[in-house]
C-alpha cells in the first residue's frame, strides 16, 4: 500500500502503490483521487485506509484540486468540501498536517524545513513545470521562514523521460523554460523528461534534491499511469511534520495527469 516511506529530522514522506485498497477496476484497488470515476464510497475507505497506515488522521489531510497551473495555497488546516480552491501547491507551518499529491504520471514534489516547521507540496506535470510551480512553491516557503539549502525535497514515482513521449513542437516549447526537461525517448523519438527539469528548478531555488524514487509510473504495474492506460486510479505523496493533528474535515478532488 505505502510503496515508499522516509523520514529525516521530523521530516515524514510517503508514497503509495496502487494495491491493498477496495477499488474495482480499471481504479484498482488503491485509487486515492476523487474526481477520476470511480465510486467516492470507495475513494474514502481508501484514503482512510492510507492515512491509517501512515499514523494519520484520514480527516486531517490537505487534497488539492489540482489544474495544472502554478498558485500555491498556505493552509492551517484542511478545507471544506465546498471551499476547495483550483491549486497545484499547498505550504503550511502547522506540525503533523499532512499535504498530499495526487498523480498518475506527474511528479509529486514533497519539500520540508524541519527547523523552520514549514512544509510544501506540488503537483508537477509538464504545464506546471513551464507554469513555475515549483520555483512558486518555495518561494511560499522562503516567506514563512524556510531556508532553501536547509530544504529536504524528494519526488515520488512519475513517468520517466524514455517514456513521455511528445510531439517536437511541444517538446521544444517546454525545454524553451526549462532546457533540463528535454528528453528523448527510448525508440529516439521526442520527449519531455519532467523529473529533470524539476529537479534543475529546484537547484536553481537553492534547493537540493534529496531523493527521488526512480520508479517510471509507465513501466511499472505497481503504479497508476495515465500515459499507458487513461482511465486509471491516482496515487498519493504525502509529506508532514511532527504529530498529527486533532480531527478537522477532509478536502477533496485532483488530477494527476501529466
Request: a negative charge; aromatic letters at 4%.
Amino acid at each position: 500500500m505505502i510503496g515508499q516511506q522516509h523520514h529525516e529530522s521530523g521530516a515524514h514522506f510517503a508514497f503509495t502503490d496502487r494495491w491493498g485498497g477496495v477499488s474495482a477496476a480499471p481504479y484498482d484497488e488503491l485509487n486515492l483521487g476523487g474526481a477520476v470515476g470511480d465510486d467516492p464510497r470507495a475513494v474514502h475507505a481508501n484514503r482512510a485506509r492510507a492515512a491509517t497506515e501512515l499514523g494519520l488522521d484520514p480527516a486531517a489531510v490537505v487534497w488539492m484540486n489540482q489544474v495544472h497551473g502554478r498558485d500555491v495555497a498556505v493552509v492551517d488546516g484542511p478545507w471544506a468540501d465546498q471551499d476547495i480552491p483550483a491549486v497545484d501547491a499547498v505550504v503550511t507551518d502547522r506540525p503533523g498536517l499532512a499535504l498530499a499529491v495526487l498523480t498518475a504520471d506527474c511528479t509529486p514534489v514533497l519539500l520540508a524545513d524541519p527547523v523552520a516547521g514549514v512544509a510544501g507540496a506540488a503537483h508537477a506535470g509538464r504545464l506546471g513545470l513551464v507554469a513555475g510551480v515549483v520555483p512558486a512553491v518555495v518561494k511560499a516557503m522562503v516567506r514563512r521562514g524556510a531556508e532553501p539549502s536547509r530544504i529536504l525535497a524528494h519526488t515520488g514515482p512519475a513517468i520517466c523521460g524514455r517514456c513521455y513521449e511528445v510531439p517536437e513542437a511541444m517538446r521544444e516549447e517546454v525545454a524553451a523554460v526549462v532546457p533540463e526537461a528535454r528528453a528523448t525517448t527510448g525508440r529516439g523519438t521526442p520527449a519531455v523528461d519532467v523529473i529533470a527539469g524539476v529537479r534543475a528548478q529546484l537547484a536553481a531555488a537553492g534547493v537540493p534534491l534529496r531523493e527521488d524514487s526512480h520508479i517510471c509510473t509507465r513501466e511499472s504495474a505497481d503504479h497508476f499511469s495515465y500515459r499507458r492506460d487513461r482511465t486509471t486510479g491516482r496515487l498519493a505523496s504525502y509529506v508532514w511534520l511532527g504529530a498529527p493533528p486533532a480531527r478537522g474535515g477532509e478536502r477533496a478532488s485532483g488530477d494527476g495527469r501529466p
